[in-house]
């Protein structure tokens, strides 16, 4: 299946909202911690047991898009919008029939995040990275931010929206399936909006206006992974993601475990509240950051994102159970951070690595996203696991996780350091890129024909 070809004349501001609105809908995904309670609760698990789902769904994600971002390359971003709406939508209708049944196994085979679902995950998240760049070029951190906001802040809308059903439904096993039927259903009718509505660029000057995209040295998605470069990347992604999602995870918990004791705790409302703060903050950032890229450069931006949050990081270890304010800005500075590096990732490969396969490129790079979505919720729910179990409760059962974030965000500052301009050895021909780029145009304009 291949996109239409744009038309002239055809508003290429019409692209991000076909990109949003898969990204919204899979950005569902972060609001897994409204679930756990009630799963816990319904079918006796723990809190490691719980967030199996959402760390499976991260590894498929950066599995899928691995390898399929070649392919998404190659058949386009309608193919990869198609299949990413039937994963994710067939995942939520699988863990409904897992929670009717009380057989979690389907939940974690299936759910938004689960097996399937994480691929639909996985390309649906890369989907428009490459067509964007392309229709952006003169504006790359602000366009694929605009898009990638969408993942993060479509746990603003499912946030809510999940506790709201939850409250209607039940939280027992009958209710927790209905909620999961009701999402698989809505969101595979709001994805078929971005699978419809999504075009390409007819050629290179009527997408941005300018002669040509690849300018500047161009790197083949084979060459990028052989160069110091790209594992940099991965290693300062990883952990930057690792230091997000541990408490994105883990979010309503944490909060109401900081503030247990005090006079007055959090109740199960407030946490799904702030939930969606946190997700708020994630769209921002990922919008705001990004964009500020296009002005400061990546490895700036790279910089605050790791060193400021480390800082974050070290408040909410010493000070964060005795304000309740003070908690909720550092996690949000925390979430924008994380959710800035998702959205410049894309337009860092393509200053490192050039627009030739930068979508390929980034979705090997999201390899890195699977490692960071097993160590960050591993990380804070085995220590949270092992505290409890020595009697231990409140902000106790975070401080040596806290510290570990902290120590992860330092390794990635100096790995940000490190990188430098990819050498010219594993540069492309300069006729052998835009020869490419020209035949793959070609193809897709006689498929569509």
């Known amino acids: ?174 209710g927790i399936a209905l909620a999961f039927l009701v999402h698989g259903l809505t969101y595979a009718v709001f994805m078929l909006l971005g699978v419809l509505l999504v075009r390409v660029p007819r050629t290179v000057r009527e997408a941005s206006g300018t002669p040509a995209v690849l300018t500047g040295p161009q790197v083949s998605a084979r060459s990028a992974v052989r160069t110091p470069q790209f594992w940099l990347l991965w290693l300062v992604l990883c952990l930057n993601v690792t230091a997000g999602i541990g408490i994105l995870e883990k979010a309503a918990p944490m909060i109401t475990d900081f503030f247990a004791d005090t006079s007055a705790p959090v109740s199960a409302t407030a946490a799904a509240g702030f939930v969606a703060l946190l997700s708020a903050a994630n769209m921002a950032g990922r919008i705001g950051w990004s964009t500020t890229s296009d002005l400061i450069g990546r490895k700036n931006i790279y910089r605050v994102y790791l060193g400021a949050g480390a800082l974050m990081y070290a408040l909410i270890r010493l000070l964060g159970d005795s304000s309740k304010p003070l908690f909720v800005l550092c996690a949000l500075v925390i979430l924008s951070f994380y959710g800035g590096g998702f959205a410049t990732v894309p337009a860092y490969l393509k200053d490192l690595f050039g627009t030739y396969q930068v979508g390929a490129i980034h979705g090997r790079l999201l390899t890195a996203w699977s490692t960071a979505g097993v160590l960050g919720p591993l990380i804070v729910n085995w220590v949270a696991d092992r505290q409890e179990e020595a009697g231990r409760h409140g902000p106790s059962l975070y401080g040596l996780s806290l510290v570990v974030m902290i120590g992860l965000l330092v390794v990635g500052f100096v790995a940000n350091e490190l990188i430098r301009p990819v050498h010219p050895r594993h540069h492309l021909p300069v006729p052998e890129a835009p020869k490419k780029e020209a035949a793959d145009e070609r193809r897709q304009q006689s498929e569509s024909a």
């Not at 994710?88 to 995040?113: C, D, H, K, R």
């Open 1 to 174: 299946m291949s996109p239409p070809v744009a038309p002239p004349g055809w508003s290429r501001w019409l692209v991000p909202p076909a990109a949003l609105s898969v990204h919204l809908s899979i950005g569902q995904a972060y609001a897994w911690s409204v679930f756990k309670p009630p799963l816990e609760s319904a079918l006796g698990l723990s809190g490691t047991q719980s967030a199996l789902p959402f760390q499976l769904g991260i590894v498929m994600l950066g599995l899928s898009a691995a390898f399929g971002g070649t392919l998404v390359e190659r058949r386009g971003p309608r193919w990869a919008m198609t299949v990413a709406l039937v994963c994710f939508s067939s995942g939520f209708l699988l863990s409904a029939l897992g929670a009717a049944t009380e057989q979690y196994w389907l939940i974690v085979l299936g759910y938004g995040y689960g097996f399937v679902g994480g691929i639909g995950l996985g390309i649906g998240y890369i989907s428009p990275v490459s067509t964007l760049i392309k229709w952006f070029p003169d504006r790359p951190g602000m366009a694929t931010g605009i898009a990638i906001m969408g993942f993060g802040g479509g746990a603003l809308i499912a946030s809510p929206w999940s506790a709201r059903m939850l409250d209607s439904f039940g939280t027992d096993n009958v």
